[in-house]
């Protein structure tokens, strides 16, 4: 039973599934279950003999900034009420997908899994990082108290076909393709972007994302978080240059620094994932997002 399966990172992740042959496969659809509230969340358990929970609502700085309440009480009743439910269904394994805004601020460089702790997240990204990073103490919890198999896994931002484009709640790379895109469409001389530019980020390919789950679900059975993660960090700036250079655009880039740039680096020790569930990136950075700009103007440009 794969939560969210609609989404983003669920169409590929249940392509990959499907692919394996399971006896069924059964993904909510909303309205019909709403998973804020329990008991639809426990209808929706007793369907499945594994839960991978990616249900979410998520956004870039920007819907961070606007929804602050809805993001943080709309992903903390998932998380909860859905293990709560899993856990009462006597589901055998439970995957919850945590987020990079989970980890403070000012961590280290690469970020390992044990500094999750050591501080509190960047401010706009912190109702929504913290409620998912609870799932970490729940799952932590129900493994110690009812030897429930349930695991924590901390994505970097997702990005790919299929990923959001909507200007008032896309992550950076979607939001930058569509600027950049319908620069060029339009003929414009420059694009906005915000902040400075110093701001780094990681990025992981969507389809490599999906097959990290995969080998999660069927190789990882313990209580420590792991990262997911591609093991590289780029400035925002960079990004925006090969953004440009890749969607065709010849016009000036004009930074923004009014608007935030959030945490000021982002790249994850992907280590880990490597040693527990032999998982590792296979898809290079300009490759993805040529990918990603393409299938934009072939599917919503």
């Given at each position: 039973m794969v939560t969210g399966g609609n989404g983003f990172l669920g169409k590929h992740l249940v392509a990959k599934i499907k692919a394996k042959k399971p006896r069924s496969i059964f993904i909510?659809?909303?309205?019909?279950?709403?998973?804020?509230?329990?008991?639809?969340?426990?209808?929706?358990?007793?369907?499945?003999?594994?839960?991978?929970?990616?249900a979410a609502n998520v956004g870039g700085i920007g819907y961070n900034r606007e929804f602050p309440a809805n993001l943080f009480d709309d992903n903390i009743l998932m998380g909860t009420f859905m293990m709560m439910a899993g856990k009462a269904a006597k589901v055998k394994k439970y995957i919850a997908l945590g987020t990079i805004c989970a980890y403070p601020k000012f961590t280290p460089v690469p970020f390992k899994e044990k500094n999750l702790w050591y501080g509190y997240p960047e401010e706009t990204n912190a109702p929504y990082g913290l409620a998912k990073k609870m799932q970490l103490v729940q799952a932590q919890a129900y493994r110690q108290q009812y030897g429930f198999n349930a695991i924590f896994l901390l994505p970097v931002n997702l990005y790919g076909p299929g990923d959001n484009f909507n200007p008032k709640s896309s992550h950076v790379i979607p939001a930058l393709i569509r600027k950049f895109v319908e620069a060029k469409q339009k003929g414009d001389k420059e694009v906005i972007v915000w902040g400075t530019g110093n701001a780094s980020r990681e990025f992981l390919y969507?389809?490599?994302?999906?097959?990290?789950?995969?080998?999660?679900?069927?190789?990882?059975?313990?209580?420590?978080?792991?990262?997911?993660?591609?093991?590289?960090?780029?400035?925002?700036?960079?990004?925006?240059?090969?953004?440009?250079?890749?969607?065709?655009?010849?016009?000036?880039?004009?930074?923004?620094?009014?608007k935030p740039n959030g945490q000021p680096r982002?790249?994850?020790?992907?280590?880990?994932?490597?040693?527990?569930?032999?998982?590792?990136?296979?898809?290079?950075?300009?490759?993805?997002?040529?990918?990603?700009?393409?299938?934009?103007?072939?599917?919503?440009?």
């Amino acid at each position: 039973m794969v939560t969210g399966g609609n989404g983003f990172l669920g169409k590929h992740l249940v392509a990959k599934i499907k692919a394996k042959k399971p006896r069924s496969i059964f993904i909510p659809k909303h309205p019909e279950y709403d998973l804020r509230k329990y008991e639809d969340c426990l209808k929706v358990a007793k369907k499945g003999d594994i839960i991978i929970h990616l249900a979410a609502n998520v956004g870039g700085i920007g819907y961070n900034r606007e929804f602050p309440a809805n993001l943080f009480d709309d992903n903390i009743l998932m998380g909860t009420f859905m293990m709560m439910a899993g856990k009462a269904a006597k589901v055998k394994k439970y995957i919850a997908l945590g987020t990079i805004c989970a980890y403070p601020k000012f961590t280290p460089v690469p970020f390992k899994e044990k500094n999750l702790w050591y501080g509190y997240p960047e401010e706009t990204n912190a109702p929504y990082g913290l409620a998912k990073k609870m799932q970490l103490v729940q799952a932590q919890a129900y493994r110690q108290q009812y030897g429930f198999n349930a695991i924590f896994l901390l994505p970097v931002n997702l990005y790919g076909p299929g990923d959001n484009f909507n200007p008032k709640s896309s992550h950076v790379i979607p939001a930058l393709i569509r600027k950049f895109v319908e620069a060029k469409q339009k003929g414009d001389k420059e694009v906005i972007v915000w902040g400075t530019g110093n701001a780094s980020r990681e990025f992981l390919y969507v389809d490599d994302a999906a097959e990290a789950l995969v080998l999660a679900a069927e190789r990882y059975n313990k209580e420590d978080p792991v990262n997911l993660g591609a093991g590289f960090e780029i400035k925002i700036r960079d990004l925006a240059k090969l953004i440009k250079k890749l969607s065709g655009f010849e016009g000036k880039i004009v930074w923004d620094r009014t608007k935030p740039n959030g945490q000021p680096r982002r790249m994850l020790d992907v280590s880990l994932a490597n040693k527990e569930f032999g998982f590792k990136a296979k898809t290079s950075f300009e490759e993805g997002l040529k990918n990603t700009i393409d299938w934009y103007i072939q599917n919503l440009a």
